[in-house]
């Protein structure tokens, strides 16, 4: 929403408006900042930004099932911002020649629980087949209005080439062929 509101308000601005029986002045109730773990987000910088809703055009997303917040929530963010969100993961084929193409416009969100959904794009490698990225990197980048790639990028190659779940991100991956 903070793509496309004029606003961010108290919830007082409601019951006071209430009581005097008309919208009034906004400004008084203006939440200027937001804190997330430990980081402090200026919404008026969003707000009064030119590409809040353009953030990410021109990049295409595929969301795992299993993120966290939801992946419908995920993906209302990146339409918000003016990504699109494919239904279907693209192959590790069609994603290589993508990426030869236009780097970094295919973008994977995920979770570690969901690595055995990507597993063939990491496995055998240090750099994935495209970016990998956390829910972090699409509520980052809008709060900061620019793209928080490193940050977010998700710690999958210690995980992937550790031999036991290696195996079992194989035998994951090959079950849900």
Same mark, same amino acid.
């Given at each position: 929403?903070?793509?496309?509101?004029? +606003?961010?308000?108290?919830?007082?601005?409601?019951?006071?408006?209430?009581?005097?029986?008309?919208?009034?002045?906004?400004?008084? +109730?203006?939440?200027? +900042?937001?804190?997330?773990?430990?980081?402090?987000?200026?919404?008026?910088?969003?707000? @009064?930004?030119?590409?809040?809703?353009?953030? $990410?055009?021109? !990049? +295409? $997303? $595929?969301?795992?099932?299993?993120?966290?917040?939801?992946?419908?929530?995920?993906?209302?963010?990146?339409?918000?911002?003016?990504?699109? *969100?494919?239904? !279907?993961?693209?192959?590790?084929? *069609?994603?290589?020649?993508?990426?030869?193409?236009?780097?970094?416009? @295919?973008?994977?969100?995920?979770?570690?629980?969901?690595?055995?959904?990507?597993?063939?794009?990491?496995?055998?490698?240090?750099?994935?087949?495209?970016?990998?990225?956390?829910?972090?990197?699409?509520?980052?980048?809008?709060?900061?209005?620019?793209?928080?790639?490193?940050?977010?990028?998700?710690? $999958? @190659?210690?995980?992937?080439?550790?031999?036991?779940?290696?195996?079992?991100?194989?035998?994951? @991956?090959?079950?849900?062929?």
């Amino acid at each position: 929403a903070v793509c496309h509101v004029d +606003y961010v308000l108290k919830s007082n601005w409601l019951i006071d408006s209430a009581k005097a029986g008309k919208f009034i002045s906004p400004e008084p +109730y203006t939440i200027q +900042y937001i804190d997330v773990d430990d980081l402090r987000y200026d919404l008026s910088k969003v707000l @009064y930004s030119q590409s809040r809703s353009t953030l $990410f055009a021109g !990049k +295409y $997303f $595929f969301i795992t099932p299993d993120v966290f917040p939801s992946s419908r929530d995920i993906e209302k963010m990146i339409k918000s911002a003016g990504g699109i *969100v494919e239904p !279907k993961r693209r192959s590790a084929v *069609v994603i290589a020649d993508s990426q030869a193409r236009c780097p970094d416009t @295919y973008i994977i969100i995920t979770c570690v629980k969901d690595l055995s959904l990507i597993y063939d794009l990491i496995r055998n490698e240090k750099k994935p087949k495209c970016l990998i990225l956390s829910t972090e990197f699409v509520m980052s980048s809008i709060l900061t209005q620019k793209l928080e790639i490193e940050s977010s990028k998700l710690e $999958f @190659y210690s995980t992937v080439n550790n031999n036991n779940n290696s195996n079992a991100l194989n035998n994951n @991956y090959n079950n849900k062929k």
